[in-house]
Structures are given as structure tokens and as C-alpha cells.
T-cell receptor
Framework: GNSVTQMEGPVTLSEEAFLTINCTYT??????LFWYVQYPGEGLQLLLK?????DKGSNKGFEATYRKETTSFHLEKGSVQVSDSAVYFC??????????????FGQGTTLQVKP | DAGITQSPRHKVTETGTPVTLRCHQT?????MYWYRQDPGHGLRLIHY???????DKGEVSDGYSVSRSKTEDFLLTLESATSSQTSVYFC??????????????FGPGTRLLVL
């Protein structure tokens, strides 16, 4: 079935370090791909998305490119800040369920950035 | 921020007790979703709604029921709570589900503890 796999966390980085969080997916059809972020004590909010192969989503210095050939959507940021500490979720829209908008989430990766 | 509220925000209950969680939106969005968040599992879909009185099951629907009598309200009921239903519950909304590209907007969550 359709699924999303994220790298194990937690990821601990120093401020201004380069960030990569790996995300790979399994899906039939052509899903859209999303990164959501959850700050402590809050709900999830959309960070970025890509709706077709080779699209690059970007927001707040974060980027991810939809790679169909490697079924990946890795999240990157060139220089992280303490305020980026959060849990990051990769997700795909379930292409097998039309007209529902259902999302399938990865398990989440905790990022901790130290000053 | 999307106008989504959840109530209660925290609840402690005993095994076998019925529990109802409420999601309220002010965005007039057609689609509403209930997810549960558990460590190592990310978010998993419980039920969703694509209109008033139109609901369907998600991935982990056993032990849960839902109702939507008004566009703005989506209720999640645990008929007889069990300890395995201890979790954080998130409501989400989206304007449409037809393309799979829509952003979902999440509420702040309800933390439920079943003793």
C-alpha cells in the first residue's frame, strides 16, 4: 500500500548547520507531497508542498524537490536556527482515494537546534 | 491562521466511559478530518467528512464514530474508551478534497488520557 518513510530522529544540530531530513514514499499513481511542521504544543502547519515530479517546494528557507525516479522528497535548509526546533512530518496525498484529500504521514522527525 | 478550535483541549477519563471530542471551524470548508498522533506512527486518519452527514472511515476507525450535522462542527465519539485510545487527537479541514493538492489546516489538538 501507500506509505511514507522518514529518517529516524531525533536530529540534533548546532545553529547555522545544514539540515537534511530524508523522506521516501511508496505510492501508486501520482501523489502530491507535503512537509508539515509541528512546533511544541501546537497543531501541524504546512511548511511546503509539491504537486508533480521535479517540482520544488520552498518556504522560510526550507526546500524539497519531488523526485519521482528515487521516490523521495527530502527536506533541506542551508542554515538552521534555534526557532526551527520542531517535529517535521512528510506526507503524501493518497492517490488511490479520489475526492477525499486523505493524507498519509510519515512517523515524524524531531529536530533540535542548539545555540 | 485558519479558524479551527477543538474542545476539550485536555481530558482524563476512565476505561469504559464514552467521550466526545468536538472540532469547530469558521472557514466554511467542506472537508473535515480526525487524526490521532502516537509516537512512532505519525498521524493516522480515523474518520473524515466530505459534507454535512457525509462521512467515511479512515485507517484506524475501530472504536470511533463521527457525526457532522452542521458544516462547522465535526464530532468524534469514543463509545467506550480504552487505554489504547490514549493519544493526541487532531482535527483538520480543507476547502476541497478533489485534487489531492489541497492544504489541510490543523486544529491545536486534544490530549486524551484513558485510565
Amino acid at each position: 500500500g501507500n506509505s511514507v518513510t522518514q529518517m529516524e530522529g531525533p536530529v540534533t544540530l548546532s545553529e547555522e548547520a545544514f539540515l537534511t531530513i530524508n523522506c521516501t514514499y511508496t505510492a501508486t499513481g501520482y501523489p502530491s507531497l507535503f512537509w508539515y511542521v509541528q512546533y511544541p504544543g501546537e497543531g501541524l502547519q504546512l511548511l511546503l508542498k509539491a504537486t508533480k515530479a521535479d517540482d520544488k517546494g520552498s518556504n522560510k528557507g526550507f526546500e524539497a524537490t519531488y523526485r519521482k525516479e528515487t521516490t523521495s522528497f527530502h527536506l533541506e535548509k542551508g542554515s538552521v536556527q534555534v526557532s526551527d526546533s520542531a517535529v517535521y512530518f512528510c506526507a503524501l496525498s493518497d492517490p488511490g482515494s479520489s475526492n477525499t484529500g486523505k493524507l498519509i504521514f510519515g512517523q515524524g522527525t524531531t529536530l533540535q537546534v542548539k545555540p | 491562521d485558519a479558524g479551527i478550535t477543538q474542545s476539550p483541549r485536555h481530558k482524563v477519563t476512565e476505561t469504559g466511559t464514552p467521550v466526545t471530542l468536538r472540532c469547530h471551524q469558521t472557514e466554511n470548508h467542506r472537508y473535515m478530518y480526525w487524526y490521532r498522533q502516537d509516537p512512532g506512527h505519525g498521524l493516522r486518519l480515523i474518520h473524515y467528512s466530505y459534507g454535512v452527514k457525509d462521512t467515511d472511515k479512515g485507517e484506524v476507525s475501530d472504536g470511533y464514530s463521527v457525526s457532522r450535522s452542521k458544516t462547522e462542527d465535526f464530532l468524534l465519539t469514543l463509545e467506550s474508551a480504552t487505554s489504547s485510545q490514549t493519544s493526541v487527537y487532531f482535527c483538520a479541514i480543507s476547502e476541497s478534497g478533489t485534487s489531492g493538492r489541497e492544504t489541510q489546516y490543523f486544529g491545536p489538538g486534544t490530549r486524551l488520557l484513558v485510565l
